[in-house]
């Protein structure tokens, strides 16, 4: 009987629900083009995860760390949808370093 | 320092598995007819990998089964109810080939083959009138 697989898909499911939450939240107030930042910060994610010596921890930090890459390929479209009016839409949104640079590269969406 | 390999193994399962749902997902509610198969399969097989996660005494193979089975078990939730309720309010846009899509095509004024999503954002929201218009110049 090995209960960890279970919880830490459970676990999982609540941390990828979290995503659908700041997805939204974050593409309203922020803007999709935070995508790299949001990439990079789940790469920082899973890379710590392998020097945590406490299972579930290491197992929760990946889970966050790909749950931040996926919900980096999910802004895009989220922008779409709030121009679509599907979702609330605020004209003023706090750009991130370097927006114009960023808005030269293709935004991922997978 | 010794490497804990756990997270990336979860890391990988969440996001193959997050990918791989969202793809087949709509790639299968599109164009099966008969969706309680998949359906059917999702539920088992999600089942079964949660009863695999259980069993297994690596640390590792319990993590990505236990974290595959519960996609496998949303994956049967958007297949069932949740993929089909956004093609009935033209979220998700229709197969007309497809005979149950068909239906929802004649039964619900919003459903459309149109993909809203294949665009890039612009900036600015769209009107009414420009919605309208997007809508009725595909059909």
């Keep these: 009987m090995n209960w960890f697989g279970i919880l830490v898909g459970i676990s999982t499911l609540f941390i990828i629900g979290l995503g659908f939450v700041w997805v939204i939240r974050g593409e309203r107030y922020f803007g999709y083009l935070w995508w790299p930042y949001a990439m990079g910060a789940g790469i920082i994610l899973m890379v710590i995860s392998t020097s945590v010596t406490n299972d579930y921890v290491c197992a929760l930090l990946g889970a966050m760390g790909a749950s931040l890459l996926w919900g980096s390929t999910e802004l895009k479209e989220q922008a779409i949808r709030g121009e679509l009016g599907w979702y609330p839409f605020r004209h003023e949104k706090i750009q991130p370093p370097f927006a114009k640079i960023i808005q030269k590269w293709k935004a991922p969406s997978l | ?139």
Excluded at chain 2, 42 to 53: D, H, N, P, Q, R
Excluded at chain 2, 71 to 83: I, N, S, V
Excluded at chain 2, 118 to 125: E, I, L, N, Q
Aim: glycine letters at 8%; one cysteine or more.
């Design chain 2, 1 to 139: 320092m010794e490497i804990n390999f756990i997270g990336l193994a979860s890391a990988a399962a969440t996001f193959l598995g997050v990918w791989i749902g969202h793809v087949s997902v709509r790639k299968i509610e599109r164009e099966v007819e008969r969706i309680w198969i998949p359906s059917a399969l999702a539920l088992t097989f999600g089942i079964a990998l949660e009863l695999a996660s259980f069993r297994t005494g690596s640390l590792i193979l319990s993590t990505i089964c236990g974290i595959l089975g519960i996609t496998l078990l949303w994956d049967w939730l958007e297949l069932a109810y949740r993929q089909p309720k956004r093609v009935m309010k033209g979220h998700a846009p229709a197969n007309p080939g497809n005979s149950r899509h068909a239906q929802i095509l004649a039964a619900y004024p919003d459903a459309t083959t149109i993909d809203w999503l294949d665009r890039d954002p612009r900036g600015t929201p769209f009107s009414e009138d420009e919605l309208h218009a997007i809508k009725d110049g595909t059909k």
